[in-house]
């Protein structure tokens, strides 16, 4: 599917992709699960995978919630800039690094809810309009969610999938 350029696009490929992400994490045994990566990478498991995913979910809602108030959210975080990502997503990995598999699972489902519900709240227009938000600078507000959404959870199933051959 295309790049979404309508709500019920957006949500249609959200949910396609993030269901397709599950799907293949739940197929595998328990053990799989929590079996560490044969591949040199920043995500060393599943866990991480999905942890670097809900963390990305947490901020776009603190994002969306000080710019929707008005004000200039901080984007990506506190202290990094789009320039200084691998060592935000460093931090990141590190912060899941005491979260078992089955919490961070909840917790990707919950945040992943919330993000939902954020892009239902909108029409059309808010999402897809170009420079409409002050805090969404040129882009639109639909683009920070598919980069949240369908595009990430893309990029997490191409991963896992990876991973998943070399048990093969």
Known sequence: MARPATKDELLAL????YLKLTELVNSLSEEEQEMKFPFEDRDKNIRDVLGHLHEWHLMMIKW???GM?????????????????PDLNAVIWEKYQNVNLEDVKKKLNDSHNKIEALIKSHTNDELFTKKLYPWTKTT?????????????????YKKIQKFTKSLK
């Open 14 to 17: 959200s949910n396609k992709n």
């Open 64 to 66: 969306y919630t000080a």
């Open 69 to 85: 108030k008005g004000e200039k959210p901080v984007i990506p975080a506190e202290g990094f800039t789009w320039k200084t990502l």
């Open 140 to 156: 639109s507000l639909g683009s920070y969610f598919i980069s949240n959404t369908s595009s990430h959870y893309d990029w997490a």
